[in-house]
């Protein structure tokens, strides 16, 4: 059970982390749009920053994306029956027909 908490840890920290970097971006892209704005021959210097920074986020977008496919295969874990349970229910079903 610890194992588990500590992934669940583990995906808050990351969520956190990815959060904190989106911010991070998005404040940033908007300078870089502010000042593109106000010197317009900036343009050609700022803009392949800004769409590293985009690439930022992207790479964010797939993070969360993993993380919720973790998640999901954690809770599509599939119960199997041994082969004790399935005789047991078998003969639980053949006492039955015989009644």
Do not use: W
């Not at 908490?5 to 989106?22: M, P, Q, T």
């Amino acid at each position: 059970m610890s194992n588990k908490k500590s992934l669940d840890e583990l995906v808050e920290e990351a969520l956190g982390n990815i959060r904190n970097d989106r911010k991070v971006a998005r404040e940033f892209l908007n300078e870089v749009a502010n000042q593109i704005a106000k010197e317009p021959e900036q343009n050609k210097y700022l803009s392949p920053v800004a769409a590293k920074h985009i690439e930022t986020l992207q790479r964010s977008n797939e993070q969360l994306v993993k993380i919720i496919s973790l998640k999901q295969k954690e809770q599509n874990t599939s119960v199997e029956l041994s082969e004790q349970d399935k005789q047991e229910l078998f003969d639980l079903i053949q006492t039955d027909e015989i009644k």
